[in-house]
T-cell receptor, first 114, second 112 residues
Framework: GAGVSQSPSNKVTEKGKDVELRCDPISGHTALYWYRQSLGQGLEFLIY????????KSGLPSDRFSAERTGGSVSTLTIQRTQQEDSAVYLCASSPRQGNEKLFFGSGTQLSVL | GNSVTQMEGPVTLSEEAFLTINCTYTATGYPSLFWYVQYPGEGLQLLLKATKADDKGSNKGFEATYRKETTSFHLEKGSVQVSDSAVYFCALRGGSNYKLTFGKGTLLTVNP
């Protein structure tokens, strides 16, 4: 079956604009994660969704960042009033259930803020 | 909090050379440890894991042993191939925490 799909694969935007990044997890996976990968840095946890539970938003770097997951499937990460420091690869991952260590990652969205 | 420190790259080796990528961690309790690999143009994928002390994870000729006394999980392979060229990430999941904490990644390039 299909893996985790992210769109767009690349996004170039101007400082101050809003952007939306989309993630389609593997069908049936209840857990969904967003990570950010900056140049020379590791993967920074952003947010976690598990089923119908309240999401863990503890990794979101500022209130300009938000995410939602509709119907327990597709997720959208929104960055408002983008800044140059938001430039990074945004990775989405899903897993079959909470606590399952194996994460299935998408190929990411490369965001460039000019 | 939890943290992972892995050796900085890039690492460049010739084919059939021995590989070691060091990884040490800080965590409360008894974490599970992982190596993920990111091949060029692909998403990260799980390479191997170990869930308790002295466990050895292995896959595709790679091995890593969970050493609680040294809080380490070094990745090794006896004979690397060009196809092993990728970025390798050490990661941990601590206790009941579902989040994976990753290291910064190590770029490995294997030349023929």
């Amino acid at each position: 079956g299909a893996g985790v799909s992210q769109s767009p694969s690349n996004k170039v935007t101007e400082k101050g604009k809003d952007v939306e990044l989309r993630c389609d997890p593997i069908s049936g996976h209840t857990a969904l994660y967003w990570y950010r990968q900056s140049l020379g840095q590791g993967l920074e946890f952003l947010i976690y969704f598990q089923g119908n539970s309240a999401p863990d938003k503890s990794g979101l770097p500022s209130d300009r960042f938000s995410a939602e997951r509709t119907g327990g499937s597709v997720s959208t990460l929104t960055i408002q009033r983008t800044q140059q420091e938001d430039s990074a690869v945004y990775l989405c991952a899903s897993s079959p259930r909470q606590g399952n260590e194996k994460l299935f990652f998408g190929s990411g969205t490369q965001l460039s803020v000019l | 909090g939890n943290s992972v420190t892995q050796m900085e790259g890039p690492v460049t080796l010739s084919e059939e050379a021995f590989l070691t990528i060091n990884c040490t961690y800080t965590a409360t309790g008894y974490p599970s440890l992982f190596w993920y690999v990111q091949y060029p143009g692909e998403g990260l994928q799980l390479l191997l894991k170990a869930t308790k002390a002295d466990d050895k994870g292995s896959n595709k000729g790679f091995e890593a042993t969970y050493r609680k006394e040294t809080t380490s999980f070094h990745l090794e392979k006896g004979s690397v191939q060009v196809s092993d060229s990728a970025v390798y990430f050490c990661a941990l999941r601590g206790g009941s925490n579902y989040k994976l904490t990753f290291g910064k990644g190590t770029l490995l390039t294997v030349n023929p």
